[in-house]
T-cell receptor
Framework: GNSVTQMEGPVTLSEEAFLTINCTYT??????LFWYVQYPGEGLQLLLK?????DKGSNKGFEATYRKETTSFHLEKGSVQVSDSAVYFC????????????FGDGTTLTVKP | DVKVTQSSRYLVKRTGEKVFLECVQD?????MFWYRQDPGLGLRLIYF???????EKGDIPEGYSVSREKKERFSLILESASTNQTSMYLC????????????FGPGTRLTVT
């Protein structure tokens, strides 16, 4: 079956530091890959996505590239802000799963001023 | 703007009560999901529905049931609430198609005393 493994947290960074959160996946088909973000007290919201190999998803300064050869989708941001403090979830879905997604366990990011 | 709404942000119920959690989406999505989120356990799928009146069990269906009488509404029912069902409940929806990104509601924090 499908699975997603993401970097364990928590991660604490200073403002303007570089961020990487690792995510690797196992899937039988050709999945779409996602990063979701959850701010305190809220539901998850889509941060970015990539639907095929070598696609780069980007949003709000975050980027992730779909690497089929390494089955990875690492999240990066060049300069984090205090407002980026949140929980980040890597996820995948494929056409064989009837719309279901497989989520990683989430990585908590805290950015200090 | 797409929207998934949940009937309550916070709910306090007593052990043994019947509890209804309502979720409504305005995007004409075919697929809807109920998750619970607990610290250290990530997101766990309770039930999902891929069409009106259709439902499938997720990973942790015990103690829950669901109802989908209309396309836009998906209800989660706790027949007899117990303290171990104290949790954050998240509803999500997605369109059948290519990438299956999920749209989440804000969550319901349920406390069973």
């Amino acid at each position: 079956g499908n699975s997603v493994t993401q970097m364990e947290g928590p991660v604490t960074l200073s403002e303007e530091a570089f961020l990487t959160i690792n995510c690797t996946y196992t899937a039988t088909g050709y999945p779409s890959l996602f990063w979701y973000v959850q701010y305190p007290g809220e539901g998850l919201q889509l941060l970015l996505k990539a639907t095929k190999a070598d696609d780069k998803g980007s949003n709000k300064g975050f980027e992730a590239t779909y690497r089929k050869e390494t089955t990875s989708f690492h999240l990066e941001k060049g300069s984090v802000q205090v407002s980026d403090s949140a929980v980040y979830f890597c996820a995948l879905s494929d056409r064989n799963s009837a719309g279901k997604s497989t989520f990683g366990d989430g990585t908590t990011l805290t950015v200090k001023p | 703007d797409v929207k998934v709404t949940q009937s309550s942000r916070y709910l306090v119920k007593r052990t043994g009560e019947k509890v209804f959690l309502e979720c409504v989406q305005d995007m004409d999505h075919e697929n809807m999901f109920w998750y619970r989120q607990d610290p250290g356990l990530g997101l766990r799928l309770i039930y999902f529905s891929y069409d009106v009146k259709m439902k499938e069990k997720g990973d942790i269906p015990e103690g829950y049931s669901v109802s989908r009488e209309k396309k836009e509404r998906f209800s989660l029912i706790l027949e007899s609430a117990s303290t171990n069902q104290t949790s954050m409940y998240l509803c999500a929806s997605t369109r059948t198609g290519r990438s299956y990104e999920q749209y989440f509601g804000p969550g319901t924090r349920l406390t069973v005393t």
